[in-house]
């Protein structure tokens, strides 16, 4: 089972698919993740990616 990640910054919301989308798109750029279209599409959708990931981590610090 997936869980769907929200992020909300500023006005947008950015929605990912599940935590492998979460991780793939918070990586730096790789010709191969692009070709196999996991990459982020934007800088900015990297950012919020990697944001919406160390939210998830902390998130799972205090709950365990």
């Known amino acids: 089972m997936s ?3 929200v992020y909300q910054l500023g006005t947008r919301t950015w929605s990912f698919q ?3 989308d979460v991780m793939a798109k918070a ?8 070709l196999a279209g996991v990459a982020a599409s934007s800088a ?3 950012v919020v990616a990697q944001m919406c990931l160390a ?7 205090y709950e365990n």
Do not use: K
């Not at 939210?55 to 610090?61: D, L, T």
């Open 18 to 20: 599940g935590l492998r």
């Open 55 to 61: 939210e998830a981590i902390n998130r799972c610090r």
């Open 27 to 34: 990586s730096p750029a790789r010709s191969g993740d692009r």
């Open 44 to 46: 900015e959708e990297r």
């Open 3 to 5: 869980h769907r990640y």
